[in-house]
């Protein structure tokens, strides 16, 4: 896990730039001093979710960035009061609940220092009893230190943040793409392994404009779908 977000943070801050040619996994094993499985299995995960590619008997290598991205104004909703306002009986499983310090996106996407301590939330959402998405939050800890120990199981994260802390996401940026499902994602989806999935990154703040949430939610696409209302202005 930290050898796959490390070499995500350094895709995201453009150290690593696209095309680039990664050192050799047999390279990675030796300079970081784990087993070349788990190299192999970081990097394969970060191909499967588009940020790498490899190339038979050359390499891997940073993928190209994404196509251009196009802005759609919306109202902003939790996923529990997303599916409730659809019609859906929604439900939290809570996976992990944690304390741990803050590195790569969730660290830039919260405005914290490398090390500053978030809550991490990871969760499947299931609706009527079937699997939806896989959530994985992250809230500064010293804000919000009660979402550590509180149990979050069938809760609205947005409606506790809103009624312990006053603190409901207002404003949110959400970067959506499509990817394959990793082992695990698909294991916890009920699909198989490098099944079409739906990404949606979010950041999002406060009425006073404080960061509150960095998120990663992966989607069984099979069950959810993004609809768009767009307009041409003039």
Request: proline share 7%.
């Amino acid at each position: 896990h930290q050898i796959k977000e490390a070499v995500r943070a350094e895709i995201a801050c453009g150290r690593l730039k696209p095309g680039v040619a990664l050192p050799t996994e047999f390279s990675l094993s030796a300079e970081l001093g784990v087993s070349r499985l788990v190299v192999h299995r970081a990097l394969r995960e970060l191909v499967t979710e588009g940020l790498l590619i490899r190339q038979r008997s050359k390499g891997t290598f940073v993928a190209p960035p994404a196509r251009p991205s196009y802005t759609v104004i919306g109202p902003l909703f939790g996923m529990t009061e997303s599916l409730a306002k659809d019609g859906f009986s929604p439900q939290n499983r809570i996976l992990v609940q944690e304390v741990i310090p803050a590195e790569g996106a969730p660290s830039r996407g919260l405005a914290l220092p490398e090390g500053a301590q978030v809550v991490h939330l990871c969760s499947l959402r299931l609706t009527d009893g079937l699997p939806l998405a896989i959530e994985d939050m992250y809230l500064p800890a010293e804000r919000f230190p009660t979402l550590a120990e509180l149990d979050m199981n069938n809760r609205s994260i947005y409606a506790t943040l809103e009624r312990l802390y006053g603190a409901q996401p207002q404003d949110a940026t959400d970067v959506v793409s499509a990817g394959s499902a990793t082992r695990e994602e698909a294991r916890l989806l009920g699909i198989n392994k490098g099944a079409p999935v739906m990404r949606i990154q979010r950041t999002s703040t406060d009425r006073q404009g404080l960061p509150v949430e960095f998120s990663r939610v992966v989607f069984h696409a099979e069950r959810y779908q993004f609809v768009a209302r767009m307009q041409r202005k003039g």
